[in-house]
Nanobody, 128 residues
């Protein structure tokens, strides 16, 4: 089992920045592909970004490229999402997810059912 706990969400004005974190406990963090998804009110949960086991490779959904940065610290069992130039349409609950290490290198890294463990989510609200 892996427990994931997100933190750092909040209210920010459009154009601002925010960093959310996800702390993991349980099975070795360094063996998991990590990802962030988000779910806006009335919408389905969607993929945002993922990072490889080693942290040397990342992927992003087009809508956040150049604005969001995912990173991980395997020594601290933590994955981060740095969000900049935030827009009102970024408003959502942001979820951290962990999946098997090989997921990153498949065509399924952006699918919800590719991930075995989920955090409870943290709310990010961007005001216009």
């Amino acid at each position: 089992q892996v427990q994931l706990v997100e933190s750092g969400g909040g209210l920010v004005q459009a154009g601002g920045s925010l960093r959310v974190s996800c702390a993991a406990s349980g099975r070795p963090f360094s063996s998991f592909t990590m990802a962030w998804f988000r779910q806006a009110p009335g919408k389905e949960r969607e993929f945002v970004t993922t990072i490889s086991v080693s942290g040397d490779s990342t992927r992003y959904v087009d809508s956040v490229k150049g604005r969001f940065t995912i990173s991980r610290d395997n020594a601290k069992n933590t994955v981060y999402l740095q969000m900049s130039s935030l827009k009102p349409e970024d408003t959502a609950v942001y979820y951290c997810a962990a999946g098997r290490g090989g997921i990153y290198y498949t065509g399924s890294y952006d699918l919800l059912n590719s991930y075995d463990y989920w955090g409870q989510g943290t709310q990010v609200t961007v005001s216009s």
